[in-house]
């Protein structure tokens, strides 16, 4: 093991993934089209029937936001709705899966609260944005996260602790 604590490794040794999420069907607005449906209507042993009949809908819609390539899953082209969001000891990471590359980010100092917006149709996946805001300025997104209220804390905290050591540093108390 190369780090004294497993996972905790200084921000300016390398960067580090904290934890990873992909987004739910519930980023799309063809997932939040179906939510609303699913919401209402009757239940068949508590399963609501439009989500029954839906499947064979729904399924190519979450099956091509796994797929990494189009055409194929190997070859060809990179599938923009292919992507997770990455937490790591520096930034919050969109990128496109199965190393694509980085679509977005934005630093752990560039923001200082992060809200969550649930819009009609995600709260039956349960997913909901969050909006990443320094003081009321947005300065980040991210659409449709599953379980939102955990990867909320989560960016909180790893934000609060990289903010800390870069003041403590800039103060000198930090080598």
Excluded at 1 to 26: C, F, H, N, R, Y
Excluded at 127 to 136: E, H, M, P
Excluded at 149 to 169: N, S
Aim: charged fraction near 20%; include cysteine.
């Amino acid at each position: 093991m190369a780090q004294a604590i497993a996972g905790v490794v200084p921000d300016t040794e390398k960067e580090v993934t904290v934890m990873t999420v992909w987004p739910s069907l519930g980023a799309t607005g063809y997932g939040c089209w179906w939510g609303r449906r699913f919401a209402s209507g009757p239940r068949l042993f508590g399963v609501p029937v439009m989500a029954l009949l839906a499947i064979p809908a729904i399924l190519p819609v979450y099956f091509h936001m796994l797929v990494p390539k189009l055409p194929f899953v190997v070859f060809g082209w990179p599938n923009p709705s292919c992507r997770r969001y990455r937490l790591t000891n520096r930034r919050v990471i969109v990128e496109q899966a199965f190393g694509g590359g980085e679509q977005q980010s934005v630093s752990l100092d560039r923001f200082d609260k992060i809200d969550i917006e649930v819009e009609p149709g995600q709260e039956w996946y349960p997913a909901g944005n969050l909006v990443f805001k320094l003081g009321d300025v947005e300065t980040f997104r991210l659409a449709g996260v599953p379980h939102p209220q955990a990867f909320r804390e989560t960016c909180l905290k790893a934000g609060q602790g990289f903010v800390g050591v870069k003041q403590a540093r800039e103060d000198g108390a930090a080598v």
